[in-house]
């Protein structure tokens, strides 16, 4: 009983043991970079997933139409009963020599009861509608395949957005708590010089007003990262309890060097997703007129068959195997087909003109957007320095208060001043980052 009680004891601890980094996997923070962001995004985002189920599906519809030209075999079991059987009356000298010349014999035609075993193949030779029809189910898995790399696109977009949010989140907080620092200790210091003598009241309860809205801010701030965090989890498909941790920084993200080569980059809208598609759509209208014309076209088709009989009767005059080759000629059809092949030529014009407008529209965006990236760049370096001139002034403002040159008021004016400004940097490098992810997308590199 010992042994047994040992041998479950140590195969437990082997079990735990094995498990246990799925275990301790679940409470991990999970560290990425903006384009492990991005790819995991793209592996577990619903929308792009059932993109890429629409293509799978799209491969089927092909196989399907592809099937529809090749062998077809068939099998058929047909169980007949004839309650009363007909009877041909034939010269008794056709089974008998021997009987007399004016005997009759009765035979029956059928069987009172049969089972017929067919069996039938056979094979599309010509059809103009199968052939566009096999054209039409390619191009639409192209259309699948384009509304994936849309679907790609602008998940990719969104993450690389929300991505930034966190960090212009986390660094607005972190500012502010370093400014927070500064300034509790200013008015810890203000409140006893007060208390000395030294300074007004007026200048210690500015300090503690001032300490009061910051820590407001920052609870703000707190709400908004989380939000932020949130929302890029949502994004990357992830479980809202799921710890993660950007490894990125905004000045990586903003490096001047990559942004200034890209905003010189000419931007095409060819590769767009979009564009593509109402491409696509055109194709397809062209090979649904093709069809329509093709109606007007004969098909071939070769069949064979072969029947048993499990119960033939005597007289059995049906051939056991057939072969041969059955074309159907479209003569007439009372203008059905004429008024069919006129509405698709319709349609067709309409995917064109769509198609142009959509080209047109594009290039108009993307014209809009590369202006837009070029303004928000000139506008981050512009805040980038207006930050580092109001930090300057605030420095320099907070030694002056401690000297006693400056008062409160002064110093929570420039204060005002610095936060200001500050949140005019985040929102530019917001919107910097939100102009170069819409010229991505829109030229279709996501």
């Known amino acids: ?35 492990e962001a991005k790819q995991l995004a793209l592996e577990n985002n619903a929308n792009v997933v059932n993109a890429g189920l629409d293509v799978d599906a799209a491969e089927k ?58 069996f039938t193949a056979s094979q599309l030779i010509f059809s103009g509608e199968y052939i566009v029809g096999l054209q039409a189910s390619k191009v639409y898995k192209d259309l699948t395949k384009h509304s994936l790399s849309k679907s790609r696109n602008e998940i990719a977009e969104a993450t690389d957005n929300a991505y930034v949010l966190v960090l212009v989140a986390q660094e607005s907080k972190k500012l502010l708590e370093e400014t927070l620092g500064n300034i509790e200790k200013l008015a810890d210091e203000t409140k006893a010089y007060y208390d000395e003598g030294f300074v007004e009241e007026t200048d210690a309860d500015q300090m503690a007003i001032t300490v009061s809205s910051i820590k407001n801010s920052l609870s703000n701030l707190d709400r908004q990262v989380k939000l932020s965090y949130d929302l890029l989890r949502m994004h990357l498909g992830l479980e809202m309890d799921q710890e993660i941790e950007l490894t990125q920084s905004l000045d990586e993200l903003t490096s001047q060097s990559g942004l200034e080569s890209f905003i010189l980059t000419d931007q095409s809208i060819y590769s767009n997703p979009d564009f593509l598609l109402v491409q696509t759509q055109e194709a397809l209208m062209k090979l649904d007129y093709k069809r329509s014309m093709s109606t007007t076209l004969p098909s071939v088709a070769a069949f064979y068959q072969y029947t048993h009989k499990t119960n033939a009767p005597a007289m059995d005059f049906a051939p056991k195997a057939v072969m041969g080759v059955s074309v159907n000629v479209p003569i007439f059809a009372s203008g059905q ?84 400004i500050q949140g005019k940097y985040f929102q530019s490098i917001m919107n910097l980052m939100n102009a170069k992810n819409k010229v991505i997308r829109l030229s279709g590199k996501n």
């Open 1 to 35: 009983m010992n042994m047994k009680y040992k041998q479950v004891t140590v195969l437990l601890l082997l079990w735990f043991v094995a498990c246990a980094p799925v275990f301790a996997q679940n409470g991990t923070v999970m560290k990425l970079s903006l384009s």
């Open 61 to 118: 519809k092909v196989w399907e139409t592809t099937s529809i030209g090749l062998p077809q075999v068939n099998a058929e079991v047909a169980y007949a009963h004839i309650p009363d059987v007909p009877n041909m009356m034939l010269p008794a000298s056709f089974f008998d020599p021997t009987a007399p010349a004016d005997a009759m014999a009765e035979i029956p035609v059928a069987s009172k009861n049969n089972t017929d075993i067919k």
């Open 337 to 420: 087909r004429l008024v069919q092949i006129q509405q698709a030529k319709i349609q067709l014009e309409k995917a064109r003109n769509m198609r142009e407008y959509a080209e047109q529209g594009l290039m108009l965006q993307m014209a809009e957007a590369r202006n837009e990236l070029k303004s928000s760049f000139d506008t981050y370096q512009n805040d980038k320095e207006n930050m580092q001139l109001s930090k300057k002034i605030y420095d320099r403002t907070v030694i002056k208060y401690k000297e006693g040159i400056s008062s409160s008021l002064d110093l929570t004016q420039v204060h005002n001043q610095y936060l200001e």
